[in-house]
C-alpha cells in the first residue's frame, strides 16, 4: 500500500523514533541498510521478510536500480514495506532517488525523518555544531567521491568560504583530499577540527586536530568508518562540553552471563553508564507448569527471585485468578528475598512485608526472624539453597517448597566465549552462571590457563563468590547489596 522511508538514526538504538519503531512492528517488508542501529530490527513481525540492501562484506553494494525496483515491487503489491536507513533517509542516503521512483510508478510513500549522524555524532562528542558566539550556521556537505575528480559536485571555493561550521560525511580514506582542498581553496589550516568514529555506538570515539593535520592525527589514531569530520571553532567546546566519555562506566566491556530475561535491566543500566555490553547468556530460566498453590492456607509466602514472582502469577493466571488469591494482609505476610523481587510483586499489585536490604537466604531467614509463622510457602527454583525453608523448619513452621520455575543451561558458541574472553569484566549473578560458563570455556582450569588478560570477574554476592573460589577463580570485585543494582555500584567503584 504504502512504502515508508524511514531513518533508524545514527546507531544508538535509543535514537530511533517511535514512528520508526511503530512502522518496523508493523511492516510485511523491512529492507535495509547496514548501518542500522544493532537491534533495529527486534521489534519486527516473526514473519516480517528482511531483505538487506547494503555492502556485503565491504564489497560491492546492492546496486541502487535493483534497491529502488524492489521497493515498487514490493509497494505495488500492496504490503506495508518499510525502507530502513542509517540517520535521516533525506540526508546522503538517496532516499530522494528512492522517493522519485516511487512517484514515478504511482506508489505512494511516506518518509520518516531520522537523527542524521553529522548532529548526533558531533552532540556525542560534546561539540554543538551552533553556537550562538561562534557559529551562526552549519554546512553537512559529502566528501565520499574521490575530490580530485574533475567533475566533483563540490565547490570548495564556496565551502571554504562558508561562514560556519563544516560537516563531512565521508570515508576516512578521503579526509586528507579533502581537508587539503579546503585549505588550498582558503580555508584556515590551524581552524579547530575533529573526527567522530562510530558515533552514537558503543566505542565511538573522538579524535579533535586542526583542518592541517586532522587527516594524519586520525591515521594515526587508527579511525574507520563510519566517521564524519567536524570542523570550525565549535570544536573547542569540546574541550568543556564532553560529556559521553566522563561517564562512570565508558568504554567498559562487560560481559553478563545472566538468563537473557533478566539480562536486559542490567544490559541498559551498563549501556546507560557508558559501558559496553555483551548478552552471552549461559542460563534460561523455564516456568514449571502446575495448579496454583492454595495461598489461603499459609501465614508466611516467600519468595526468593523475580523469575519465581512471575512463575507464580503464571500459575495463577493460567488458573483465571490474579493478586486477589493472596490472602488478606491480616492473614499472611510475604517476603521478598530482596528489593528486586519485591519491586517484582509491586508490579503485579503485592506489597511485600518482609524485605532484607542484602538479597541472600541467609539475610531473609534473619529478617522473618520476628515474624509469626506456623505454615510457610516458599515459591522458588527446582535447584536452590535451603536456608530459608530449613530456618522456618527450625522455628516450628511447616514449610512448602513450591519450584515453580527451573534454570536450564545455555550453551555458548565459541565466538562468544572468544568475545566474553575479550571484555574487560565478566559479571556473574548466580552459582549456576558461574559453573554453566565456565562449563562453556572448556572448563575451570581453561580459563584461568588464558592468564591475567582474561576479564576480571565480578559477583553479584557471597553465594555466587563461594562457587568461584571453589573453581579457583577469586572475584575481582563483588557487590555489597546483592542485586542488580548493587552490581553496578561495585563496578563504578572498582
Ligand atoms: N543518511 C545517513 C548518512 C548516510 S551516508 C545519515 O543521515 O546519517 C553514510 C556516512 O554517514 C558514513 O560514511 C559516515 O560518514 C556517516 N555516518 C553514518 N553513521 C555514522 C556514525 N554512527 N558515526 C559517524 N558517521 C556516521
Known amino acids: 500500500m504504502t512504502v515508508y522511508l524511514v531513518g533508524a538514526g545514527p546507531g544508538d538504538p535509543g535514537l ?14 523491512i529492507i535495509h541498510d547496514r548501518l542500522i542501529p544493532v537491534t533495529a530490527l ?40 518499510v525502507r530502513l536507513k542509517g540517520g535521516d533517509p533525506f540526508v546522503f542516503g538517496r532516499g530522494g532517488e528512492e522517493a522519485e521512483a516511487l512517484r514515478e ?24 555544531v551552533t553556537h550562538r558566539d561562534l557559529a551562526s550556521s552549519v554546512a553537512f556537505l559529502t566528501g565520499h567521491e574521490d575530490p580530485d575528480k574533475p567533475d566533483s559536485a563540490l565547490d570548495w571555493k564556496a565551502l571554504a568560504a562558508f561562514p560556519g561550521t563544516l560537516v563531512v560525511y565521508m570515508g576516512v580514506r578521503q579526509l586528507g583530499a579533502i581537508a587539503s582542498r579546503l585549505i588550498a581553496a582558503g580555508r584556515a589550516p590551524d ?56 561517564r562512570p562506566l565508558h568504554g567498559v566491556k562487560v560481559a553478563v552471563t545472566r538468563a537473557r530475561e533478566q539480562a536486559s535491566r542490567l544490559a541498559e543500566r551498563l549501556g546507560a553508564l557508558g559501558a559496553e555490553v555483551l548478552v552471552a547468556p549461559v542460563i534460561s530460566t523455564e516456568t514449571l507448569p502446575g495448579p496454583p498453590p ?79 509463622v506456623s505454615r510457610a510457602l516458599v515459591a522458588r527454583a527446582r535447584e536452590a539453597r535451603d536456608i530459608v525453608p530449613d530456618a522456618l523448619r527450625a522455628r516450628g513452621a511447616e514449610v512448602d517448597v513450591v519450584a515453580v520455575y527451573e534454570t536450564v543451561v545455555e550453551p555458548l558458541d565459541e565466538e562468544t566465549v572468544e568475545a566474553v574472553a575479550a571484555a574487560d569484566y565478566i559479571t556473574f549473578t548466580s552459582a549456576s552462571t558461574v559453573r554453566n560458563f565456565l562449563a562453556a570455556a572448556g572448563g575451570a582450569q581453561a580459563w584461568l590457563a588464558r592468564g591475567p588478560a582474561r576479564p576480571r570477574v565480578a559477583s553479584i554476592g557471597p553465594v555466587t563468590s563461594a562457587e568461584l573460589c571453589a573453581c579457583g577463580l577469586s572475584p575481582d570485585v563483588q557487590a555489597t547489596n546483592h542485586d542488580t543494582d548493587g552490581l553496578i555500584d561495585a563496578l563504578i567503584r572498582a
Open 16 to 29: 530511533m523514533t517511535v514512528r520508526a519503531r511503530e512502522l518496523i512492528a508493523a511492516a510485511d517488508v
Open 42 to 81: 527486534d521489534g519486527a513481525r516473526p514473519d516480517a521478510r528482511l531483505i538487506y540492501a547494503g555492502k556485503q562484506g565491504g564489497g560491492e553494494q546492492v546496486p541502487q536500480s535493483e534497491i529502488t525496483s524492489m521497493l515498487v515491487d514490493y509497494g505495488r503489491k500492496g504490503t506495508v514495506v
Open 105 to 128: 510508478a504511482g506508489v505512494s510513500f511516506e518518509v520518516v525523518p531520522g537523527v542524521t549522524a553529522g548532529i548526533a555524532a558531533s552532540a556525542y562528542a560534546g561539540i554543538p
Open 191 to 246: 581552524e579547530p577540527a575533529a573526527v567522530v568514529e562510530r558515533g552514537t555506538m558503543a566505542g565511538q570515539r573522538t579524535v579533535v586536530a586542526t583542518l592541517a593535520t586532522l587527516a594524519r592525527a586520525a591515521a594515526e589514531a587508527g579511525v574507520r568508518a563510519p566517521a564524519v569530520a567536524i570542523i570550525g571553532p565549535v570544536v573547542e567546546l569540546r574541550a568543556q562540553l564532553q560529556w559521553l566519555e566522563s
Open 294 to 372: 492454595d495461598l489461603d492456607a499459609y501465614d508466611l509466602i516467600c519468595f526468593t527471585s523475580p523469575t519465581g514472582v512471575a512463575a507464580l502469577f503464571e500459575r495463577l493466571g493460567a488458573a483465571g485468578r490474579d493478586a486477589r488469591a493472596f490472602p488478606p494482609p491480616s492473614a499472611a505476610r510475604v517476603a521478598a528475598i530482596g528489593p528486586a523481587t519485591a519491586r517484582a510483586l509491586l508490579e503485579r499489585g503485592i506489597r511485600a512485608d518482609v524485605v532484607p536490604a542484602q538479597a541472600v537466604g541467609e539475610a531473609l531467614a534473619a529478617a522473618l526472624g520476628d515474624v509469626p
